[in-house]
T-cell receptor
């Protein structure tokens, strides 16, 4: 199993540009999430999905869109990048055992918006 | 809203010694889970240990153990016999039962001195 994969690993955007961060998992996990990591703030939840076709907002959803057309993929879209979106982005997938979610994280994407 | 606080931005310890990282959290829930994640320079998030709130016994994983004080809402991580490979950022995280959403603390950077 490749686990959770993210592409690209690094990206530089200009303000106003759009892009999609890709996330895929091959563990057949129902649940997938996107987090951003900023210095001194830990990771914060952007959006999450409990299955194909079902998504919901996390703590910091503004400026980001997601969709989940398949179990394997959960892309994160930035429609109009802003410098405040400079961050490291982590995708995670998880499964539930008796209500406990075991989260598996991807390697992260470092995004810089100039 | 649930919050997780790590009051030690940085810690250092001599190799082979013991170090304790602190974490406090705020919640009104009775069923929840607490986690410690390790993030080495590779950026990969690695689950170190997990504690279920309903369990009185403190979780242990090899050299890693926790001191869970439910009434005080405290969840510290003890690393025994510190090794150079333990150097990393450590994040405390919380989730309520049945929810895949993790709430993270700000992180503690641990340095191991040879």
């Amino acid at each position: 199993n490749a686990g959770v994969t993210q592409t690209p690993k690094f990206q530089v955007l200009k303000t106003g540009q759009s892009m999609t961060l890709q996330c895929a998992q091959d563990m057949n996990h129902e649940y997938m999430s996107w987090y951003r990591q900023d210095p001194g703030m830990g990771l914060r939840l952007i959006h999450y999905s409990v299955g194909a076709g079902i998504t919901d907002q996390g703590e910091v959803p503004n400026g980001y869109n997601v969709s989940r057309s398949t179990t394997e993929d959960f892309p994160l879209r930035l429609l109009s990048a802003a410098p405040s979106q400079t961050s490291v982005y982590f995708c995670a997938s998880s499964y539930s055992t008796w209500g406990i979610y075991e989260q598996y994280f991807g390697p992260g994407t470092r995004l810089t918006v100039t | 809203a649930q919050t997780v606080t790590q009051s030690q931005p940085e810690m250092s310890v001599q190799e082979a010694e013991t170090v304790t990282l602190s974490c406090t959290y705020d919640t009104s829930e009775s069923d929840y889970y607490l986690f410690w994640y390790k993030q080495p320079p590779s950026r990969q998030m690695i689950l170190v240990i997990r504690q279920e709130a309903y369990k009185q016994q403190n979780a242990t994983e090899n050299r890693f153990s926790v001191n869970f004080q439910k009434a005080a809402k405290s969840f510290s991580l003890k690393i025994s016999d510190s090794q150079l490979g333990d150097a990393a950022m450590y994040f405390c995280a919380y989730s309520i039962q049945g929810a895949q959403k993790l709430v993270f603390g700000q992180g503690t950077r641990l340095t191991i001195n040879p």
